[in-house]
């Protein structure tokens, strides 16, 4: 067996405890056709970034794959490459993609701290406070939060109903305590209003008093940014925070996927690099206590 082949098998098993049958033989599938695309023999020379991203838009191209399913071969083989090098089998971690999605963009997150400065500032008013709150604490889409009625909400239990507008799929978010406070006051400024009157009513409304659309949202979204100097504030970026947060506090993977709502645990592997993270701190941790013992 050559070096490449023992590697991606040695790679393929670290995988399995991890990911489905179906995921595995996607992943070996993309494996084989990198290096029968790169024409790499034993294992891998060290290219430059533009020719990596080339071997992969060739054969995007050849299957007509969508930016999701190019961008996850990408995470695959950049994640494979520091497999390699963590075997000592190269002595370079190759193919770094500084974490891009398929589309070329790179995905943002707040900090905590941004998000904070953000969120808590004078000149919004109540409703633009609660759908950030609500952003940062669900991790909507754009659409989600737009369609949600009074009667998804329920303040006793602490719950959120969310539909996926595209597939009519339902998930139940938890919200914070502190959410639940804030949307109670929300609740009440809306019944001084008259705006309480049926559970299917919108929970947010553009100025006109109709429910709030996308374009009304980008606005306020863009008001936001406008208040707080060298900060991008757009939808998705909150919901890029929640998955972060969350695998970067141990959570695990399909906790992520349940509550961003995606189909597919494919699309939640952009945040392994927040569990690597988390792993790498706690054998600092462990290793500097042992450290001290000596």
């Keep these: 067996m050559s070096i490449l082949m023992e590697i991606k098998e040695k790679y393929l098993l670290h995988l ?3 990911l489905s049958e179906s995921t595995l033989r996607e992943y070996r599938r993309m494996l084989n056709l990198f290096y029968e695309e790169a024409k790499e023999h034993p294992l891998i020379p060290i290219r430059s970034q533009s020719e990596y991203e080339e071997i992969i838009k060739t054969i995007a191209a050849r299957f007509n794959w969508s ?13 494979f490459g520091k497999f390699a090098y963590r075997e000592r089998v190269i002595d370079r971690i190759p193919y770094e993609n500084e974490f891009k999605k398929g589309n ?16 808590f500032n004078p000149f919004h008013s109540i409703s633009d406070f609660v759908m950030m709150i609500l952003f940062w604490d669900c991790g909507m889409r754009k659409s989600e939060l737009i369609n949600l009625n009074l009667g998804d909400v329920d303040i006793q239990d602490g719950m959120i109903r969310i539909i996926n507008i595209k597939t009519g799929k339902i998930r139940y978010n938890p919200i914070t305590p502190f959410c639940r406070s804030i949307l109670s006051l929300y609740l009440l400024s809306l019944g001084f ?7 299917s009513d919108p929970l947010f409304y553009s100025p006109t008093w109709t429910r709030l659309n996308e374009s009304t949202l980008h606005r306020h979204m863009k008001m936001f ?4 100097p060298n900060i991008k504030v757009f939808a998705h970026k909150f919901r890029h925070s929640l998955g972060g947060r969350i695998v970067s506090r141990g959570g695990d993977l399909s906790l ?6 995606h189909e597919n645990l494919n699309t939640t592997m952009i945040y392994t690099h ?3 993270d988390k792993l790498r701190e706690m054998y600092n941790k462990f290793a500097n206590s042992v450290e001290s013992v000596k």
């Design 16 to 18: 399995e405890i991890k």
């Design 67 to 79: 930016p999701g399913t190019r961008y996850r071969m990408s995470i695959l083989i950049e994640d």
């Design 104 to 119: 070329g963009k790179r995905v943002e997150f707040f900090t905590e701290d941004e998000f904070y400065r953000t969120a």
């Design 193 to 199: 209003q008259g705006k309480l009157k049926s559970m």
């Design 225 to 228: 940014e406008d208040n707080v």
């Design 256 to 261: 992520v996927k349940e509550l961003l709502g």
């Design 274 to 276: 927040f569990a690597k």
